[in-house]
Every structure is written in C-alpha cells, then in structure tokens.
C-alpha cells in the first residue's frame, strides 16, 4: 500500500474490499470510540468550497482521536506571495503527519507526494480525481444490495448529466470497472465525452432508456461556478425538463429505480427535490456513509 491516498487506480480490488469493510465495521460500532490517530496532527487544505467531503473528513478523524488543524487561507502566509509546496513544506516541519488537500490544479498532489514524508489525502482535485466519494458511493451500493461484492456484477448504473468538468465520474468509472458493474452514461452531447471507450462505458440515447434499464442513477450537478451554462443547453428550465428526475417520471417504468448524487444538488434541475427526499433516494444514506469511508481510509493510510 503506497503512502498516500490519491486516485482509485492506486488501489486493488482487495484494498478497496478491505477499505470497505472496515468502515462497516466502524458504522457498526458507531458512537466511534478509537484512539488509532492519537498523536497524529492532520492538516486541512480546501481551496474549493466543500461541506460533504470536508466535514466528514473532519469528523472521521475527530472519531478517531487525530488533531486536526484547519488552515485558515485566507489569513495564511499564500496571500503574501508563499507558494503552496512552501507552506506545506512548513507544515510539515511543524509536525503535519497528513494533508488532506482539495484543490483545482491537477498534478500537484502527485508532484508533492513524491517530496514529503507525510501522507497525502486527494479531498477534490479539479474535475480530475474524487477518490474518497467513489468509495463512499460504492459502499453504499454494496450496503444497499446486501454487502453482497458479487452481486455488484449484475448492476447497471447509469451517470447523467455534467460528466465533462465531473471529477466524480471520472472515479466512479475506475471503480465500477474494478467491480464489473455495467455503466452507462447519458446527458447533453455537449457534457459527455468523446472516448468512452477509455473508460468502458457506454452512453444510451433517451431518458426513458436511462430508467428502464437502470438499477442505480448517479445525478451530477450542473457546476455553474465553473461555467456559462448557456455554452451547454439554453436553459436550466430546459435541462430539468430534458434530463432531470422526479418521482413522476421514474413511477410508471421503474418505480424500484435507485438514485444517487453527491452532493449539493441543484432542485428542479437535476432532481426535484421531492425525490431526493424519497424512498428511491440513497442521497442521504451516502452523506452519513462518508464519515465511516473516510475513517476508513485514514486509517488504512496513517496507521
């Protein structure tokens, strides 16, 4: 097992199998009560917005007794002109054992990770890499169908909508295709790829496609700050009329059809916010299941 924690093809079938097993195993003894990080100092690095990814992140490492300093970098020595690699490599000669870093520029928590002796942690990097909501997202798949891993084989899931800026789809392909669960893809031509192939997934043609044959919807949202909308589609009306889901659409073709998205989502334009809140829904189920995937890889990471 390498050091550090930075895309799902580092890891074998068997660390994730391992991975996920032991955050079901601390979801089971939940309140948490371990010591495994005492003495650990770990510090938090997020030059993107988060709530989800960070918040678990904290709370999986509070749980598990880590120290955890969050930079504030606003106020930190990167607004008078240090680099980052410079403030990190301070960071780590005042005791940092870990950095869990999310941040745009694709590249650079390799190029670090080859310069410290601390453990790096992708929280986010660009639309690139989310390794950590890949695993949590299978996990609750696997929670949901039985902790059954060979049953994951007979699955068809497809992801709709932004795949182009989307750094979740881009791992969840990894992993799906560790565990051969069939993917498909579908949304405007204009936020799909052009090589599936890479990946081993195949995109469908219309919506109603999209819930007939699916097990599992993974809901991407439309991520405005990073573009013009418009460039895409004409409207965001018109999105959720073409490619959104609610509880009307799905209730007459799959009314068993499960729906998952990580978070935030954007009402009335990927999902209607009536079905998020449903019995189809797994969106709430994969926000509590963070915190247990996340312990979990720190401690497969620090210990």
Known sequence: MKKDFLDIKDLTKKDIIEILSRARQLKKLHPIDLDVLKNK???????????????????????LKGNCFDLELSKSSLTKGESLFETLVNLENLGADAFIIR?????????????TKATIINAGEGK???PSQALLDLYTIWEEWGYDFERLKSLKVTIVGDIKNSRVARSLFQIFNKFEIKTYVYGPSTYLLENFEVYNVKPLNSLKEV??????????????????????FPSLNTYYKLYGFNLEKIKNINPNLKIMHPGPFNDKVEIESSLAYSKNSLIFKQVKNGVFVRAAILEKFLI
Do not use: W
């Open 103 to 115: 941040i745009k520029e694709v590249g650079f928590l390799d190029l670090f990770s080859k310069k």
């Open 211 to 232: 819930i007939s044959i699916s097990d599992i919807v993974i809901l991407l949202r439309i991520q405005l700050e990073r573009q013009n909308a418009k460039k895409y």
């Open 41 to 63: 100092n770990i510090y938090f690095l997020f030059f993107e917005p988060s709530t989800r990814t960070k918040m678990s992140f904290l709370q999986a490492a509070t749980l």
């Open 128 to 130: 690139y890499r989310h």
